[in-house]
Nanobody, 126 residues
């Protein structure tokens, strides 16, 4: 049984930083692409970033230059380092695991991912 679990969310002031972690078990972690999504109240689910099995990364336009995704296959963990946080980054952040290895042009399509965590809340105060 595959389990995906996020951690690291919290309350931070604008301009601050947070690092989210996501651990996946019950799957061949090193072979799969991993992604972060977020959803703010009243807004659509948004793809934040994706990392392929070969460490190729894609970052969404709204977080370009501020967020960095990385992975540690030995720990079956993917990270999202978030710098220069803005109030509009406030959202529930979800980690997703795919049965594919590449972050293709459709990386932000939610239905492509097979496994999801319950999410971790990030709140950025102004």
């Amino acid at each position: 049984q595959v389990q995906v679990e996020e951690s690291g969310g919290g309350l931070v002031q604008a301009g601050g930083s947070l690092e989210l972690s996501c651990t996946a078990s019950g799957m061949r972690f090193e072979n799969g692409a991993m992604a972060w999504f977020r959803q703010a109240p009243g807004k659509e689910h948004e793809g934040v970033s994706c990392i392929s099995a070969t460490n190729y990364t894609v970052v969404g336009d709204s977080v370009q230059g501020r967020f960095t995704i990385s992975r540690d296959n030995a720990k079956s963990t993917v990270y999202l380092r978030m710098n220069s946080l803005k109030p509009e980054d406030t959202a529930m952040y979800h980690c997703a695991a795919g049965r594919f290895s590449v972050c293709s042009i459709s990386w932000a399509v939610q239905t492509r991912y097979s496994y999801w965590g319950h999410g971790t809340q990030v709140t950025v105060s102004s």
